[in-house]
């Protein structure tokens, strides 16, 4: 917390916000006691919230300021959704029992007596699969339109991941199909469960294309931060029709952050994650609840804010990068509306033109592509 802190600490209304955060997130903490141990005292819901504070606490707290008709929904949708990205991860699990339990998995949400005992890489995970009856139980509550859409993305994402446990990611088409299964499917439910509440009204366009884009964008923005750490892990998801012509092995870049083919390289892969940015913003000149708005623009803010650091920076190449904590605190207490969103966003675009002087790798392509992109946003704007 005192790192975070002093990392914004020329930014005063970060440093407030950040306070503010930790005093909410306090309020939304997990009990101190195992996950195991709580699984046998609380009851379903109880447990739901608990083993989501335990396996991602930033959405905990996230959640809890959505409108209370959602509160449920998406928490339930988040733990299937971990429980079904657990199986994925699991590298000790045999593949044919794993490709059979992806591509099945959308069959037990229903099945009270389904649970998985030993599969996960953390504790928490294999907890959350031992229990996971109680979930089955919170996900019986929900409203069937609900339950459809939770249904139908676990089905399509546990087929995606069943495909590419089998096959690397080669083309750009491949690159785009992986991040539509493990993330543009997360914000197609999304939507459909914001449509399901009432609350939002979007067009079939909005809750297709667009949510799709809206998860493509968050997506390729980790995987670009995350090169380094998932080299490392024996995972590579940048996609061979990109590093190949930069070099011969993905590797390469680690041993040589500041060459120019490894900038080019990264370069290249935050240029093609930015062509996403204008379907994301027609994406949230839709959404009209204001809680919801927040929740879907906060980690796109991000998403660009973290770009702009990443783009011709070899330090991701060979390390972790990432965005001041203060940001994200900032835009998670304080108001954000669309006005400051499109700011936000025009905002990294400008840092990121600024490091496309003559020389700067893949940097004359990328400058068009920010062309097109504001021109695009322009257009839209004049037909709403």
Known sequence: MLLTLYKSALRPIEVKALLKLKIRGNRYAPPGEPLET??????????????????????????????????????????????LDTVEDDMQLPLDKKLLLLESFHEKLEDEKFFLEGVGDH???RVLLKNYPKVTRMFKTLDKNSRRTIIQITAEMGK???DFSQKEIETL???DLYCHYVAGLVGIGLSGLFVASGLEKLSLNH?????????????????????????????????????????????DFAKAPESENALACLNRMVT??????????DYLGQIQDEKIFRFTAIPQVMAIATLAKLYNNHR???????VRKGLAARLMVY????????????????????????????????????????SEIKKHSRKI
């Not at 396996?55 to 733990?79: G, M, N, T, W």
């Not at 024996?234 to 930069?246: A, L």
């Not at 020389?359 to 592509?369: H, L, N, S």
């Open 160 to 162: 995606g991941m069943a």
């Open 207 to 251: 809750r297709g294309r667009r949510s799709n884009a809206m998860g493509l964008f968050l997506q390729k923005t980790n995987i670009i931060r995350d090169y380094h750490e998932d080299l490392y892990a024996d995972r590579t998801f940048w996609p061979g029709e990109i590093w190949r012509q930069y070099a011969s092995n993905l590797d």
């Open 272 to 281: 093609d994650a930015l062509r996403h940015i204008p379907d994301c913003m």
């Open 38 to 83: 709580l699984a046998g005292k609380l009851d379903d819901k109880a447990f739901c919230y608990a083993a989501l504070a335990k396996v991602s606490r930033s959405f905990a707290v996230v959640i809890q300021q959505l409108p209370e008709k959602l509160k449920d929904p998406v928490c339930v949708f988040y733990l299937v959704l971990r429980a």
């Open 316 to 322: 991701v190449l060979r390390g972790v990068v990432k």
């Open 335 to 374: 108001n954000v509306d669309l006005n400051k969103v499109h700011a936000y966003f025009e905002k990294g675009l400008r840092q990121i033109e600024k490091k496309c002087k003559n020389g700067t790798p893949y940097g004359a392509e990328t400058k068009k592509q920010i062309a097109s992109i504001r």
């Open 173 to 175: 088409a491949d690159f």
């Open 123 to 125: 504790n928490d995970y």
